[in-house]
């Protein structure tokens, strides 16, 4: 579609011709407001707007009335439902895992003077609704009067206001924003829409992994999961129906519908959030921290579980290995050399062809995978394998699969979107809505974790065959949703079988937080690929996860995919950054093992030896992520919201609560670095400086990354250098004070 600069067209999606059977109904004045069972109710009535490329009522339908319910969980949630006649309020679904702390707070009304007053039963005011009729001094006839509204205003805490986009237009037909509507198209209502009105210089984040400027005001985004193919574009593989504001409130869609969010950019002064299904559910999360915004988010939403410990360490991985003799040489080289390293992950080449996943190792390239598998625990490495949600046409299961219906069967050829993995290689996606289904592929999984694999890599799942009948629900509503099932189903029989909830997942949606761990996608090995990175893992730490990793030194090459070679300073910083994140993962399409770099080597083996000193700190900043709203690695803005300079930084971060992390992203080892308020200590020189400015031009040598860490800081680390974790007692850790006598951590180290 070319932009036309029409909210009926550029954002809610109508023929430019206006020649679909479709009509769009606009909410009015409301009617009645009542209590029940503890809730709020609106009836609101909507109008039919004639067809037109100007918006005015269509009197000559009647109006339809449909209940907008007000709901209060907590002190600091507020929830709006409108199901328009076809859906109902429940707050059971899969994205939904309430905490003990969501609590329903009953809510009264009272009528007043012009307006319905709504409180809770405490006496603090959640909720107003203006039905005064709008002041005019009629001196003119060229236009009609503005049509009816609906003038809603809601204070989640009972301290900010966040009101609908009531009156969002120039004139009265020309709309820009609309506070609630819903369409109609062939007979079927089929997308609802409400926006919210925004502020001049307010700054918005989160909605998940974006790949763009840390302030998200001005852009509007497609809320539908698909294979991002690297890290600098607008496609991406986790999308969450989640926004942060700097007026210090959380939005979150409880939805699965391919959706659009556009955060002041249709109209500059509004949010208006499109829905392709005719549901609108939304809770709207205050707090006093950016911190209890994500906290209350999680307590609807679920909380991550710790990682275990070994997680913490080096993994090891390319694309790929191809035999247990090559993997055995690595691991081998590895302790020879004292390379420190926990886990070795077999990617796409462990089955009889590559990439053909049938959840069994080659036979004649792995043997025994059983012996393999248990000399290299031996070693103290764990196992890692590749898979993914779908069943090729060449599989062993392939059969079986389609008789018993698990996978979707397709009513036709897919036509490809250009991203969609699935669709052109294979037969079918794993039909998670369907409880046989699941279980059998956690049969799959049970077989390699009861041999002593220990992670599943639930690779994909932002895609699935969309041409498909599947058993729980269209494909249209499963697409989001797939990547929380499909990352359900392997943590489950994961920790049923070896006892630690881990993944290690691509895609995501609302929930998946409940199932670490994360990673970033198929990041370029270059300066711009390790930059979004970085901006993807920012944001997506401010949409609710709290642990997140990224392929050090990135996935694919250039300007071959797979053939080029990575740049030695891309490498040694892209290592730097890995060292502190919150798991470290090595991968790419060709040779990842250090000897490979051999300029850099020693420097590289130093800087592991320091990840595994740190990982005292990490554990501990790990287990507050479990239980707050916390992750671990924080955008400036998670901790000064209030300083409008972090709400343009998107290639700092904090690393835990200690550490402020600059990583440098070129090869002048040189960049400008913004120090917050406080009193900062450099991690690797020792240097004191005070914080509130910035430092230009600071030059770094490539043995050294900007790191601070606070003025006065304890910080937890292992005092002896160790080859994997199983060496590591924990009860041996130290307090490294940040003090006059700190010098820096490798003159205090070695």
Request: charged letters at 25%; glycine letters at 6%; one cysteine or more.
């Given at each position: 579609?070319?932009?036309?600069?029409?909210?009926?067209?550029?954002?809610?999606?109508?023929?430019?011709?206006?020649?679909?059977?479709?009509?769009?109904?606009?909410?009015?004045?409301?009617?009645?407001?009542?209590?029940?069972?503890?809730?709020?109710?609106?009836?609101?009535?909507?109008?039919?707007?004639?067809?037109?490329?100007?918006?005015?009522?269509?009197t000559?339908?009647?109006?339809?009335?449909?209940?907008?319910?007000?709901?209060?969980?907590?002190?600091?949630?507020?929830?709006?439902f409108?199901?328009?006649?076809?859906?109902?309020?429940t707050?059971?679904?899969?994205?939904?895992?309430?905490?003990?702390?969501?609590?329903?707070?009953?809510?009264q009304?009272?009528?007043?003077?012009?307006?319905?007053v709504?409180?809770?039963s405490?006496?603090?005011?959640?909720?107003?609704?203006?039905?005064?009729?709008?002041?005019?001094?009629?001196?003119s006839?060229?236009?009609?009067?503005?049509?009816?509204?609906?003038?809603?205003?809601?204070?989640?805490?009972?301290?900010?206001?966040?009101?609908?986009?009531?009156?969002?237009?120039?004139?009265?037909?020309?709309?820009?924003?609309?506070?609630?509507?819903?369409?109609?198209?062939?007979?079927?209502?089929?997308?609802?829409?409400?926006?919210?009105?925004?502020?001049?210089?307010?700054?918005?984040?989160?909605?998940?992994?974006?790949?763009?400027?840390?302030?998200?005001?001005?852009?509007?985004?497609?809320?539908?999961?698909?294979?991002g193919?690297?890290?600098?574009?607008?496609?991406?593989?986790?999308?969450?129906?989640?926004?942060?504001s700097?007026?210090?409130?959380?939005?979150?869609?409880?939805?699965?519908?391919?959706?659009?969010?556009?955060?002041?950019?249709?109209?500059?002064?509004?949010?208006?959030?499109?829905?392709?299904?005719?549901l609108?559910?939304?809770?709207?999360?205050?707090?006093?921290?950016?911190?209890?915004?994500?906290?209350?988010?999680?307590?609807?939403?679920?909380?991550?579980?710790?990682?275990p410990?070994?997680?913490?360490?080096?993994?090891?991985?390319?694309?790929?290995?191809?035999?247990?003799?090559?993997?055995?040489?690595?691991?081998?080289?590895?302790?020879?050399?004292?390379?420190?390293?926990?886990?070795?992950?077999?990617?796409?080449?462990?089955?009889?062809?590559?990439w053909?996943?049938?959840?069994?190792?080659?036979?004649?390239?792995?043997?025994?995978?059983?012996?393999?598998?248990?000399?290299?625990?031996?070693?103290g490495?764990?196992?890692?394998?590749?898979?993914?949600?779908?069943v090729?046409?060449?599989?062993?299961?392939?059969?079986?699969?389609?008789?018993?219906?698990?996978?979707?069967?397709?009513?036709?050829?897919?036509?490809?979107?250009?991203?969609?993995?699935?669709?052109l290689?294979?037969?079918?996606?794993?039909?998670?809505?369907?409880p046989?289904?699941?279980?059998?592929?956690?049969?799959?999984?049970?077989?390699?974790?009861e041999m002593?694999?220990?992670?599943?890599?639930?690779?994909?799942?932002?895609?699935?065959?969309?041409?498909?009948?599947?058993?729980?629900?269209?494909?249209?509503?499963?697409?989001?949703?797939?990547?929380?099932l499909?990352?359900?189903?392997?943590?489950?029989?994961?920790?049923?079988?070896?006892g630690?909830?881990?993944?290690?997942?691509?895609a995501?949606?609302?929930?998946?937080q409940?199932?670490?761990?994360?990673?970033?996608?198929?990041?370029?090995s270059?300066w711009d690929?390790?930059?979004?990175?970085?901006?993807?893992?920012?944001?997506?730490?401010l949409?609710?996860?709290?642990?997140?990793?990224?392929?050090?030194p990135?996935?694919?090459?250039?300007?071959?995919?797979?053939?080029?070679?990575v740049?030695?300073?891309?490498?040694?910083?892209?290592?730097?950054?890995?060292?502190?994140?919150?798991?470290?993962?090595?991968?790419?399409?060709?040779?990842?093992?250090?000897?490979?770099?051999?300029?850099?080597?020693?420097?590289?083996?130093?800087?592991?030896?320091l990840?595994?000193?740190?990982?005292?700190?990490?554990?501990e900043q790990?287990?507050?992520?479990?239980?707050?709203?916390?992750?671990?690695?924080?955008?400036?803005?998670?901790?000064h919201?209030?300083?409008?300079?972090?709400?343009?930084?998107?290639?700092?971060?904090?690393?835990?609560?200690d550490?402020?992390?600059?990583?440098?992203?070129?090869?002048d080892?040189?960049?400008?670095?913004?120090?917050?308020?406080?009193?900062?200590?450099?991690?690797?020189?020792?240097e004191?400086?005070r914080?509130?400015?910035?430092?230009?031009?600071?030059?770094?040598?490539?043995?050294?990354?900007?790191?601070?860490?606070?003025?006065?800081?304890?910080?937890?680390?292992?005092?002896?250098?160790?080859?994997?974790?199983?060496?590591?007692?924990?009860?041996?850790?130290?307090?490294?004070?940040i003090?006059?006598?700190?010098?820096?951590?490798?003159?205090?180290?070695?």
């Amino acid at each position: 579609m070319k932009p036309t600069n029409y909210h009926l067209f550029d954002f809610m999606d109508f023929d430019l011709d206006l020649s679909r059977d479709e009509s769009l109904w606009k909410a009015c004045k409301p009617t009645a407001v009542y209590e029940k069972d503890g809730d709020v109710c609106v009836d609101v009535p909507f109008q039919k707007q004639m067809l037109s490329n100007d918006m005015a009522g269509d009197t000559a339908v009647a109006r339809e009335t449909y209940t907008l319910i007000l709901r209060q969980y907590s002190n600091k949630v507020l929830r709006l439902f409108c199901g328009f006649g076809e859906h109902e309020l429940t707050d059971r679904s899969e994205m939904l895992q309430f905490s003990d702390r969501v609590q329903k707070l009953p809510l009264q009304v009272e009528a007043g003077e012009g307006e319905w007053v709504i409180r809770s039963s405490d006496g603090v005011c959640r909720a107003r609704i203006n039905v005064k009729e709008p002041v005019l001094d009629p001196w003119s006839d060229l236009l009609p009067a503005p049509q009816e509204t609906l003038d809603l205003t809601v204070y989640p805490d009972g301290k900010r206001e966040i009101r609908l986009a009531a009156y969002d237009h120039f004139s009265p037909p020309r709309y820009d924003g609309l506070p609630l509507a819903y369409c109609v198209r062939e007979g079927h209502k089929e997308r609802a829409t409400l926006s919210f009105e925004c502020k001049a210089d307010e700054c918005f984040a989160g909605t998940g992994e974006r790949f763009t400027k840390m302030d998200l005001s001005g852009h509007t985004f497609f809320l539908k999961n698909q294979d991002g193919q690297g890290v600098n574009n607008r496609r991406t593989y986790k999308n969450i129906p989640f926004y942060l504001s700097s007026r210090l409130y959380g939005t979150f869609y409880h939805t699965c519908a391919h959706s659009k969010l556009s955060l002041a950019d249709v109209s500059t002064r509004s949010v208006e959030f499109l829905s392709d299904q005719a549901l609108l559910d939304v809770f709207l999360i205050a707090g006093d921290s950016v911190e209890e915004i994500l906290r209350g988010y999680r307590d609807l939403t679920g909380y991550p579980s710790m990682p275990p410990l070994w997680s913490f360490g080096i993994w090891m991985s390319r694309m790929t290995y191809f035999s247990a003799d090559e993997v055995e040489e690595i691991c081998r080289r590895m302790r020879a050399e004292h390379y420190p390293c926990d886990v070795i992950h077999l990617d796409t080449g462990w089955f009889r062809t590559d990439w053909l996943c049938e959840w069994k190792f080659n036979e004649e390239r792995f043997p025994d995978p059983k012996a393999f598998i248990h000399r290299l625990k031996e070693q103290g490495y764990r196992v890692s394998l590749w898979q993914l949600p779908y069943v090729a046409e060449d599989a062993e299961q392939i059969d079986e699969a389609r008789r018993n219906d698990y996978i979707a069967p397709l009513t036709r050829q897919q036509a490809s979107e250009g991203s969609n993995f699935s669709a052109l290689d294979y037969a079918g996606t794993i039909d998670f809505t369907y409880p046989a289904a699941t279980n059998w592929y956690k049969g799959l999984l049970r077989n390699l974790l009861e041999m002593g694999v220990t992670c599943i890599k639930t690779d994909f799942g932002e895609n699935i065959h969309m041409d498909a009948r599947y058993k729980g629900m269209p494909p249209e509503l499963l697409n989001n949703l797939y990547a929380l099932l499909y990352q359900k189903a392997a943590y489950e029989v994961t920790k049923e079988v070896t006892g630690d909830g881990i993944v290690w997942a691509r895609a995501a949606w609302a929930g998946c937080q409940r199932y670490p761990l994360h990673w970033g996608g198929d990041s370029c090995s270059s300066w711009d690929g390790m930059a979004g990175s970085l901006k993807g893992g920012l944001h997506f730490g401010l949409s609710g996860f709290a642990f997140w990793s990224h392929d050090v030194p990135g996935f694919h090459t250039l300007p071959n995919f797979m053939n080029s070679i990575v740049d030695d300073k891309v490498y040694m910083r892209w290592t730097q950054f890995g060292v502190f994140s919150s798991h470290m993962r090595y991968h790419g399409t060709n040779k990842r093992e250090p000897w490979h770099y051999p300029a850099i080597a020693p420097l590289v083996k130093q800087w592991w030896k320091l990840r595994y000193r740190l990982l005292p700190y990490l554990v501990e900043q790990s287990r507050k992520a479990t239980e707050t709203g916390y992750a671990v690695l924080r955008a400036l803005v998670f901790e000064h919201p209030e300083d409008r300079v972090c709400w343009h930084i998107d290639d700092e971060y904090y690393f835990g609560d200690d550490f402020l992390v600059a990583p440098v992203m070129n090869s002048d080892d040189c960049r400008d670095i913004y120090l917050p308020e406080g009193d900062w200590v450099n991690f690797f020189t020792g240097e004191r400086l005070r914080g509130g400015r910035w430092l230009y031009s600071v030059k770094v040598p490539l043995e050294e990354m900007p790191v601070f860490v606070r003025e006065g800081a304890v910080i937890p680390i292992y005092p002896e250098d160790v080859e994997c974790t199983d060496e590591m007692n924990l009860t041996k850790t130290t307090g490294l004070v940040i003090d006059t006598g700190f010098k820096g951590i490798f003159k205090t180290i070695r």
